[in-house]
């Protein structure tokens, strides 16, 4: 059975109690409600598309994708003999918006006329349900959009979520293989070069659809030249607040992908303070990931740092240059380890 039924919203007997009206037939409702958003029309064409890869019959009306899967059921009659045959079929909606539903409902027998002989006709239904339900999570975008939320708001690595998203549904027919591997090891760097790269491994991805990844920067970039590994024995945890006059203080002891790094830096332990316009003390930070879900033009995104005793991951400014200095990550950051300076 499907672990989704956790995240089950309500159960009702009526198809159209939502109305106020309860009447003693026997339809079940079933919702599943997703914590991710669904709104782009080119979204929701695209997950549209990738439904018509799997056997079910589609339809679409408005804001709403209708996925219908159709099964055969077959038995003998004990008085004539003869072979009794009737196709049954469920189907799931997909409601896009702010939050993402999938409803289902299961109808009484006698919609498909009198098959009196068919036995667990609401079992099957259900499980039918939720194997449509387990497929579009598995074979669509909106699997994406889950383990994006799993890895921003669980802080799981991008395995993790991959595992997570599997484990919830068991039931997918011909699942897309979301796979992550790590790169072939590198040689240690240069301490005078000071040539770094990610602690984290590289997905790699063996089907169209790809997961939203942890940056990974290959050794040798010409952006790069920041380690977050090495052997460095500074592992006190600083507190906060962040220096807000860092900059007249500390050197830059390099860049990683193109985002300065001001010193000191002794990985994995001590990392400095990163940014020029938005700056974070990675030493104070303490991986809530507060200021990733406060900025409302995603500058963020997590960033492996294993070894560090702060937290093993921290929020870095990939899009340093789309912050709108509105300070909202600064404002929440509970350590006081962010400081924007506007330019």
């Known amino acids: 059975m499907s672990v989704l039924l956790e995240d089950r919203v309500w159960v009702m007997l009526s198809e159209i109690s939502k109305r106020g009206v309860y009447p003693l037939h026997g339809y079940k409702l079933g919702i599943f409600r997703l914590p991710v958003n669904l709104t782009e029309e080119s979204t929701i064409n695209n997950i549209y598309n990738e439904l018509k890869k799997t056997s079910f019959k589609l339809d679409r009306y408005a804001d709403r994708i209708y996925v219908t899967h159709s099964w055969k059921e077959e038995d003998k009659d004990d008085l004539t003999g003869k072979i009794l045959s009737i196709s049954l079929d469920i189907t799931v909606e997909i409601v896009t918006g702010e939050v993402i539903d999938l409803i289902y409902q299961v109808k009484p027998i006698e919609r498909f006329g009198d098959p009196y002989w068919i036995k667990n006709y609401r079992q099957k239904a259900d499980l039918k349900a939720k194997m449509v339900i387990d497929t579009i999570l598995r074979n669509t975008s909106i699997g994406d959009k889950m383990i994006a939320h799993y890895q921003k708001i669980e802080r799981l690595s991008l395995e993790k979520a991959i595992n997570k998203l599997i484990e919830l549904t068991p039931l997918a027919v011909n699942p897309i293989t979301r796979n992550v591997t790590p790169p072939p090891p590198q040689a240690a760097a240069s301490i005078t070069s000071q040539e770094i790269s990610s602690s984290s491994p590289r997905p790699s991805v063996t089907q ?4 939203p990844t942890i940056p990974n920067i290959p050794s040798g970039s010409p952006n790069t ?25 500390r050197q830059k002891a390099g860049t990683f992908k193109g985002i300065s790094v001001w010193g000191p830096v002794d990985a994995p332990g001590q990392l400095g303070i990163w940014g020029d316009s938005v700056c974070v003390d990675f030493d104070i930070c303490i991986g809530d990931g507060a200021c990733i879900e406060a900025c409302p033009v995603n500058v963020y995104e997590w960033m492996e740092t294993p070894g560090h005793p702060g937290s093993d991951k921290k929020p870095l400014m990939a899009r340093e240059k789309d912050c709108i200095f509105c300070l909202a990550c600064e404002n929440v950051c509970p350590p006081q380890a962010i400081k924007i300076y506007q330019k």
């Open 208 to 211: 169209p659809l790809s997961a």
């Open 225 to 249: 030249t920041i380690s977050l590994t090495g052997s460095g024995t500074d592992h006190s945890k600083a507190e906060g607040p962040i220096d807000t006059t860092f900059k007249t203080k």
